[in-house]
């Protein structure tokens, strides 16, 4: 983040100051060096929480050779880092199955972390790499679909967790299914 002071209509900064920036985050003072070259600061944070933050910048001269100032405020988002999923594939059939039959598949998604909230989210089901249907809404880490006019041949059967604000995205492993 870079703070610069900026003089009004009735000049331009001269000189050198005795002032400097203080950064504020959530009102709490975080940093406060001296002001640099050309009337600014570069602040470096790399520690921020996750949440919403408010950051403002206070222009402070200790010799009162200029009018103190602050930022107008700015709102700042962390989010959190998402994590991974383990997910499972069920399937009622396998292998070679009469040609018609209809095959239903369960997708599982669970977090990696013990004791992790379960994935919300969307899971999008393919015949090999073609989207099927809509994605499915997931329930408790659960998504079912039920491929139901597969045509004879050979397919390659899986879901894809679409991921959240929490958990990233992942395929199930696959499963292998011919018809005919």
């Known amino acids: 983040m870079t703070a610069k002071a900026t003089a009004l209509t009735s000049g331009p900064l001269t000189g050198d100051s005795a002032a400097g920036f203080r950064l504020l985050i959530d009102g709490v003072e975080v940093d406060a060096p001296a002001i640099t070259t050309n009337w600014q600061q570069v602040f470096t944070v790399s520690d921020?929480?996750?949440?919403?933050h408010v950051i403002t910048a206070e222009f402070v001269d200790t010799y009162a050779n200029y009018h103190s100032s602050?930022?107008?405020?700015?709102?700042y988002g962390v989010l959190p880092v998402p994590r991974a999923v383990k997910a499972e594939f069920h399937s009622s059939r396998h292998g070679d199955i009469p040609a018609g039959t209809a095959v239903a598949v369960q997708a599982v998604i669970e977090s990696c972390a013990v004791g992790g909230a379960t994935p919300a989210g969307w899971v999008q089901f393919y015949d090999w790499n073609t989207k099927v249907g809509s994605p499915v809404k997931s329930v408790n880490g659960q998504a079912a679909y039920?491929?139901?006019?597969l045509k004879d041949g050979k397919h390659v059967l899986?879901?894809?967790?679409i991921g959240s604000s929490v958990y990233i995205p992942a395929f199930t492993p696959a499963r292998t299914v011919s018809l005919g």
Request: a positive charge.
């Open 146 to 149: 039920t491929y139901a006019s």
């Open 48 to 52: 921020l929480a996750v949440g919403n």
């Open 70 to 75: 602050t930022s107008a405020p700015v709102a």
């Open 158 to 161: 899986q879901a894809k967790y």
